[in-house]
C-alpha cells in the first residue's frame, strides 16, 4: 500500500498528460507512493496518451468517466480509489509544478493529526492579469465571508488526509472550497507558497463570467453548511 497518492483530474489535456505524470514520478522517485489519473470524459487524444505512458509508468493508475462530472466530481473520483493515507492533487494542465508537492507532504506528515490540510499558495501566478485581478477580488469576499483563513483556494496543488477528505460534503465546484469545508470538520489547515507555470498547450475550462454565477450559489450554499454545523471537538470512547 502506498503512502501518497497523488490525484489529477484531467480533461482534454493532450500534449500535457503524459509529461505531467513523467514530472509526477520524477518528484516523487524513491518515495512509497502511486499516481491516480482521472479522465474527465475527454473529447481528444488524452486518454490514448495516458494509456500509453503506463508502460513506461508503472506506478501510474487510470480512471475514466463514462460522462463529464467536472473536476469536483473527478478528484473526488480519485480519492475514493486512492491507496495512500495522503492525497495530493494537482491540476490536469500542468500549471502547477509537481516538484513543489512534496514539500506540502512532508509539512503535513510534520504537522499534529488534527490538521487535515496543507493548501498551495502561488506566489507568482502565471495568469493573464484579468485572471489574476478575478482571484483576488473572488478571494477576498469568499475569506471575509467564510473566515477559512485562505488566500488562494484556486491553487490546484494541496496536500490532504484522505480520511478528512472523506468526511467533507460533496457538492460540484467543492475543490474551491476545501479549506472551509476542512475547518467545518474540525481540522486545521495550513498553507505554503508554491510556483505556477503557463499554461503550454490546451485551453483553460473556466471562464471568470462563468466562475462568477457558480461561485454566487457555491458561497451561499457553504455559508448555509457552516451556519449548520455543530462541532463535538472529538469523540472519547470509555
Known amino acids: 500500500m ?4 497523488v ?6 489535456e493532450e500534449g500535457l498528460a503524459a509529461a505531467l505524470a513523467r514530472e509526477i514520478a520524477a ?12 479522465d474527465d470524459k475527454s473529447r481528444d487524444g488524452t486518454l490514448a496518451e495516458l494509456t ?13 468517466h463514462r460522462n463529464n462530472a467536472g473536476q469536483s466530481r473527478a478528484i473526488r473520483t480519485g480519492v475514493l480509489a486512492a491507496k495512500g493515507s495522503i492525497v495530493v492533487t ?4 500542468g500549471q502547477n509544478p509537481p516538484a513543489d508537492a512534496p514539500g506540502l507532504v512532508d509539512m503535513l506528515k510534520a504537522s499534529p493529526p ?6 498551495g499558495r502561488r506566489a507568482k501566478r502565471q495568469d493573464s492579469a484579468a485572471k489574476r485581478w ?3 477580488w473572488a478571494n477576498n469576499i469568499r475569506k471575509r465571508l467564510l473566515n477559512d483563513q485562505a488566500d488562494d483556494t484556486g491553487c ?3 496536500a490532504m488526509r484522505r480520511d478528512a477528505f472523506l468526511l467533507l460534503p460533496y457538492f460540484d465546484h467543492m475543490h474551491r472550497y476545501l479549506p472551509a469545508l476542512m475547518i467545518r470538520e474540525g481540522f486545521e489547515v495550513r498553507f505554503k507558497d508554491v510556483g505556477h507555470r503557463h499554461r503550454t498547450a490546451g485551453r483553460s475550462k473556466y471562464t471568470n463570467l462563468g466562475r462568477l454565477w457558480a461561485a454566487f450559489s457555491d458561497l451561499q450554499g457553504v455559508m448555509w453548511l457552516r451556519s449548520r454545523s455543530r462541532n463535538a471537538g472529538g469523540a472519547s470512547e470509555l
Open 7 to 12: 490525484v489529477v483530474p484531467v480533461h482534454d
Open 114 to 119: 488534527e490538521v487535515g490540510m496543507v493548501g
Open 134 to 136: 478575478a482571484s483576488r
Open 52 to 64: 500509453a505512458a503506463k508502460a513506461e509508468l508503472p506506478r501510474l493508475r487510470i480512471l475514466t
Open 27 to 38: 518528484a516523487f522517485e524513491g518515495r512509497d507512493y502511486e499516481m491516480v489519473f482521472v
Open 2 to 5: 502506498p503512502e501518497i497518492s
Open 90 to 93: 494537482l491540476d490536469g494542465d
Open 156 to 158: 490546484g496543488l494541496k
